[in-house]
């Protein structure tokens, strides 16, 4: 019953994130978009930047702090041994979602990763299994879910937890669950653990906030397209489909003009529509026009002669002669004089 009792007290700040994408969308006055997906439309976008703007007072006032102390006092090779022993059981969560996706290759490579890092790598503080060519890929139970077919549902920021959206809020719980804090007994000592977690993970990402506080000029808007994109790239394998948009029915419904359809079947190029009005032409520089194909009955010239034939649409426009005198040719070198 204790440790029941612990297990519940232990996921309460886990689901928070969950109760408050809840209590959001009843809050909320704009539908989802189907196309939230393209970073571009957030119909929470209020609520949104007022809790972005909370996570980075924390980040700011808290965070930033202790993951300065963090690299500070921890000598450099404990701080990766702290690191790589978080990172093992990320890659054991990997595994089970990777076999839950269906990919079984992936799930053995971090499965042996895990078992290599585990037992040669002293309880996951080193790393051998990337000497040995087990790289590591990542997945959690958010990704699972799209791997599946649940749309990602409208953008969100979450209370500490930060970027998110509908599908990956469900799945934290889960996603947050898997860490080294599963192996001490109190309740006290599993939060100082994940803190360590929280601590170790904001430490690495110290380097990029830097280049974001110098680059974005609206961080909101940078977080937010910079984490759809990404979530949607990993779901799909890093080849994502193309995202629909708007005036796409109607381009492809719009009919090509008849002549255009049977000049395409003949290979020949179109005619260039005519107008009233008039061209000038500079006897400086000579005039190319193409030919446009004719009828079936050849059309008459104002001389009274029949045009040539259309040329194929592969052939280079013909030169026309300026008016004037027709030259007169040289006489051949070999011709005797007069």
Same mark, same amino acid.
């Given at each position: 019953?204790?440790?029941?009792?612990?297990?519940?007290?232990?996921?309460?700040?886990?689901?928070?994130?969950?109760?408050?994408?809840?209590?959001?969308?009843?809050?909320? /006055?704009?539908?989802?978009?189907?196309?939230?997906?393209?970073?571009?439309?957030?119909?929470?976008?209020?609520?949104?930047?007022?809790?972005?703007?909370?996570?980075?007072?924390?980040?700011?006032?808290? #965070?930033?702090?202790?993951?300065?102390?963090?690299?500070?006092?921890?000598? /450099?090779?404990?701080q990766k041994g702290v690191h790589n022993f978080f990172g093992n059981f990320s890659d054991a969560w990997s595994a089970v *979602?990777?076999?839950?996706?269906?990919?079984?290759?992936? &799930?053995?490579?971090?499965?042996?990763?895990? +078992?290599?890092? /585990?037992?040669?790598?002293?309880?996951?503080?080193?790393?051998?299994?990337?000497?040995?060519?087990?790289?590591?890929? &990542?997945?959690?139970? $958010?990704?699972?879910?799209?791997?599946?077919?649940?749309?990602?549902?409208?953008?969100?920021?979450?209370?500490?937890?930060?970027? &998110?959206?509908?599908?990956?809020?469900?799945? #934290?719980?889960?996603? /947050?669950? +898997?860490?080294?804090?599963?192996?001490?007994?109190?309740?006290?000592?599993?939060?100082?653990?994940?803190?360590?977690?929280?601590?170790?993970?904001?430490?690495?990402?110290?380097?990029?906030?830097?280049?974001?506080?110098?680059? !974005?000029?609206?961080?909101?808007?940078?977080?937010?397209?910079?984490?759809?994109?990404?979530?949607?790239?990993? +779901?799909?394998?890093? *080849?994502?489909?193309?995202?629909?948009?708007?005036?796409?029915?109607?381009?492809?419904?719009?009919?090509?003009?008849?002549?255009?359809?049977?000049?395409?079947?003949? $290979?020949?190029?179109?005619? #260039?529509?005519?107008?009233?009005?008039?061209?000038?032409?500079?006897?400086?520089?000579?005039?190319?026009?193409?030919?446009?194909?004719?009828?079936?009955?050849? !059309?008459? &010239?104002?001389?009274? $002669?029949?045009?040539?034939?259309?040329?194929?649409?592969?052939?280079?426009?013909?030169?026309?002669?300026?008016?004037?005198?027709?030259?007169?040719?040289?006489?051949?070198?070999?011709?005797?004089?007069?």
């Amino acid at each position: 019953m204790k440790f029941t009792a612990q297990r519940i007290a232990r996921a309460v700040p886990r689901v928070i994130g969950a109760l408050m994408l809840a209590v959001v969308a009843g809050c909320a /006055t704009a539908p989802p978009d189907r196309h939230v997906a393209d970073g571009g439309k957030d119909p929470w976008e209020p609520f949104n930047r007022k809790m972005f703007a909370f996570n980075d007072t924390v980040d700011t006032y808290a #965070l930033k702090p202790a993951a300065k102390a963090y690299q500070a006092v921890l000598p /450099t090779p404990v701080q990766k041994g702290v690191h790589n022993f978080f990172g093992n059981f990320s890659d054991a969560w990997s595994a089970v *979602n990777k076999l839950m996706q269906g990919k079984f290759e992936d &799930s053995a490579v971090m499965t042996a990763r895990f +078992v290599t890092n /585990t037992t040669i790598g002293i309880a996951g503080l080193f790393d051998p299994a990337t000497e040995l060519g087990l790289d590591r890929r &990542s997945s959690d139970l $958010g990704l699972t879910l799209g791997h599946w077919g649940l749309e990602p549902g409208p953008y969100v920021v979450l209370p500490l937890f930060g970027s &998110s959206d509908f599908r990956d809020a469900l799945a #934290l719980p889960a996603d /947050t669950y +898997v860490t080294p804090a599963l192996l001490v007994p109190s309740y006290w000592q599993k939060i100082g653990v994940d803190a360590v977690g929280v601590v170790d993970a904001r430490a690495g990402l110290l380097g990029a906030s830097q280049m974001l506080d110098e680059l !974005a000029f609206d961080r909101y808007t940078f977080m937010r397209d910079a984490y759809v994109t990404r979530r949607r790239s990993l +779901v799909f394998d890093g *080849n994502p489909p193309p995202l629909p948009e708007d005036g796409d029915d109607d381009d492809k419904s719009a009919p090509a003009p008849a002549g255009a359809a049977s000049q395409t079947q003949n $290979g020949l190029k179109p005619a #260039l529509p005519t107008s009233g009005a008039k061209t000038s032409m500079s006897s400086e520089e000579p005039v190319t026009v193409a030919l446009a194909p004719t009828a079936q009955e050849p !059309a008459s &010239s104002p001389g009274g $002669g029949v045009q040539p034939a259309p040329l194929p649409a592969s052939a280079p426009p013909l030169p026309v002669p300026l008016p004037g005198p027709a030259p007169v040719p040289p006489p051949p070198a070999s011709a005797p004089h007069a």
